[in-house]
């Protein structure tokens, strides 16, 4: 049959939609591809159609058993031979499977990317494999949004296949994302489908909230009716969320990694069937997803980056109708994603401590408890969750790898009662393999890999174990499982341990300019041109119309060429970071160039320097806005670094002149453009401090440090009997947070903060800030 032909008679389609065709003729000549298509465009279509078309099966590493399973089963309908094996399956159906796999039966397996071990692709290599399909394949990529250390040796197993066909598909991945996938298959040359990004059907929202109880009050209230996903970036959170939708009198699902396989399955059945509208998850739930009429996407927490966020809210409208997508914005939220970060990226010396620990044990593979591994750690680094946190970068560096628990052994003892003739078939096999590891030690115990044996004999490891079963029932010996603990494979064990500390640092440092995406969203004056932007897409229009930064008539940023007068500012605002010959704090830059006398300038001498105080015209609030614009034209490079201050960890950006910089401010760069802050005529004369509402503040007022002040001005006011506003407003404590006084005479420079204010309540405040850290 034709492809047109499959298309109508397997899948039901009358025609492709938009290159669906196109990609599915090029990857059913033998060509390898990759795409890049928004969520709901129809990429699963073109690796399911060339597998029916193509000979032999074809094999789809999918990251989640949730897509796994919905994929099947919606394959299973049309009629196509598609499995799935994930550790959601029973031995004997898992084996089952397999065998399927070796008589040719499947058209389609999906298997998770940890199911590559040695084992796993014998099998595979001695099957017929036409298509190798990557699914959300910037899991490959360690610029990408969701990195997966397992998805890394998905080139090597592909090599091992003999390199068949190969299509990589995702629904965001920027060039560089698309580079590494790329160059971790080894499929350089491979034709890119890219398609365009925007998705006209979905109305984009952004709803500023001041605290958790204005989100809960505002969810039940969006909702309304029809089908609803609703995101949060913790467990804890999802089940906030789910609670205040209870006590709304709204049934919604739950859904997160802390269920039971069992009960997250039920969810999803639940949802796909209709019987289930809301559900409430982590970003675990959704992918391959197919619900059609999902008509709104609500964002309790803010995602860790614009690719994800863009990839979840893809999963509404996917019927092509209006649907409503929708995040609760707090800036604070953003503590969570930093938390995950720092996860992520553990102090060396931790990550030290935990590859020693693993070469002391003496084995290798290591099956040990991260309970156990934590141990090796001081007692306030955090726990099994810092150990998982090093064990995981040791992974994503080459230094070890995950093995399933299924790969450990067990305790074997053999007993005095020996068998009086050879035990038959398979269960004499290892009866033969068990009694020469044992040597004719009977009574001793030995510790016994049911794979190893399977290796040795050729043989599954089910095999294995059921033999061991039937010598046990016949008294030959005792046998004690392994437990299931998963293991760690030392695949360097004979080198020098060492880690690249300024790549580590590059990757983090990645990770939090995907944050600044993410909170520079809400600020945006179109929803729609943002996204299309941030994916490199030029939009064909100045403004959507349609979102609700149009709709309020939100001002568009517009990057131009400066003019003489803007020029001369940008080049005085540069000199001045230049002159500081270190990289420092935007608060701080800020007052060496507005002139401040604060504390932190005298004592580090920048008073001193020829460029304190050269835009001091300008407030130090509006100087933040320059810092922030000559970053977003690439002039300056924010650098996020964490410090212990004061017993705790904070991390702050700091800045420092980029090579454009240094050209801009010697007047070598020829044609630079940027945002330049529209002051106004009235902004020069604006009290120094003072700040617009809205989503348009400040970047660098610290939310954390706004509550701590307002906890100093509960405590100020409870001692001195009078009310808060008296000692000082909520505005001239959001002047405080962004200036950052840490002396009498900056603190004078915040709105409302006289003499005398100051003279009674104002050292507190000061102590404070001095306290917090890094201005």
Known sequence: MTLQEILKTRFGHDSFRDVQGEISRHVVDGNDCMVVMPTGAGKSLCFQLPAVAMKGTTIVVSPLIALMKDQVDGLVRKGVRATFINSSLDRAERELRLGGLRDGKWELMYVAPERFNPRFIRTLKSCNIGLFAIDEAHCLSQWGHDFRPDYLKLGRVREELGNPTTIALTATATPLVQDDIAKTLGIEKARRFIRGFDRENLKLEVIPVKSLNEKATRLPILVGKGCTLIYAATRKNVEKAARTLADNGIRAGVYHGGLTIEERTSVQDDFMSGGLDVVVATNAFGMGVDRADVRRIIHWDIPGSVEAYYQEIGRAGRDGKESEVILLFNPSDKRIQEFFIQMGHPPLSYVRKIYERLLREGSNPVFISRERLADSLPADAGGDRTASSCVYLLQREGWVQRVHPTEQGGSLTLTNKRPKKRPSGIRGQVWDEIDRLHDGFYGESIGVSPSQIADEL????????????????????????????????????HEEFSLDESRLQEKRQHEYEKLDSVLAYPRSGCRRRFLLEYFGQPPKYERCDDCDACNRGAKIAKVEELSGEQMLVVRKAL???????????????????????????????????????ILSAWTVGDINTLITSLTDAKALHRLHVTREIRGQERTYAEYQLSELGISVMKGEACGFTMLFPDRGKTD????????????????????????????VRRKVATAADVPAYVVATNRSLEAMAEIRPTSKEAMLEVHGMGPKRLQLYGRPFIDAIRAWGPS
Not at 471 to 487: A, H, V, Y
Not at 693 to 702: A, K, M, N
């Open 575 to 613: 000199a001045g970071v230049a002159r500081m010959k270190r990289p420092s704090s935007m608060g701080l830059i800020s007052k060496v160039l507005h002139g401040s006398k604060d504390r932190a300038v005298l004592s580090m001498e920048f008073h001193k320097l020829s460029t304190w105080g």
């Open 458 to 493: 050729r043989l599954t490891r089910e095999q294995v174990v059921a033999a061991v079963d039937g010598l046990q029932q016949r008294g030959f010996l005792f046998w004690t499982p392994p437990k299931r603990i998963g293991g760690i494979e030392l695949i360097r064990a």
């Open 684 to 711: 020069s004369k604006r009290k120094p401090g003072r700040r617009t509402r809205g989503l348009t503040t400040s970047p660098e007022i610290c939310d954390d440090l706004v509550l701590m002040l307002k906890e």
